[in-house]
Every structure is written in C-alpha cells, then in structure tokens.
C-alpha cells in the first residue's frame, strides 16, 4: 500500500472518529475537547495523521 494511502486513510478514520467521540460521548460544556465537535474532530484528526506517518522501514542486509 502507499505510503500516502496509509496516511491518508488513517486520517479520514481519526476525523471520523473523533466526530464519532463527539456525538456519543461529548458534554455540553466544560469539556475542551468533547465540547465542540470542531475541537474533537480536529483532535482526532491529529491522532489520524500521528499514527499514519510514515516511518523508517529496516534495512535488510
């Protein structure tokens, strides 16, 4: 798979994931991320792209 695929697709699915946290699980108010579904969304998103980074593959001898 692409490596931009990968990092793509893991987005996609953070952002719906954190809109998913926001509309089941978020509070009215007081709550800095769950409060708003632009907060939680944008921080799922972050989650999304930290974790479909690419990283360093091994070198094989």
Excluded: H, Q, R
Aim: charged share 15%; net charge positive; with cysteine.
């Amino acid at each position: 798979m692409n490596k931009y695929l990968k990092l793509f697709l893991l987005t996609v699915t953070g952002s719906i994931l954190g809109f998913g946290y926001y509309y089941f699980i978020g509070c009215d108010s007081g709550c800095a991320i769950s409060s708003s579904w632009v907060n939680s969304t944008l921080y799922g998103t972050a989650i999304g792209l930290i974790a479909g980074f690419p990283t360093k593959e091994k070198i094989k001898k």
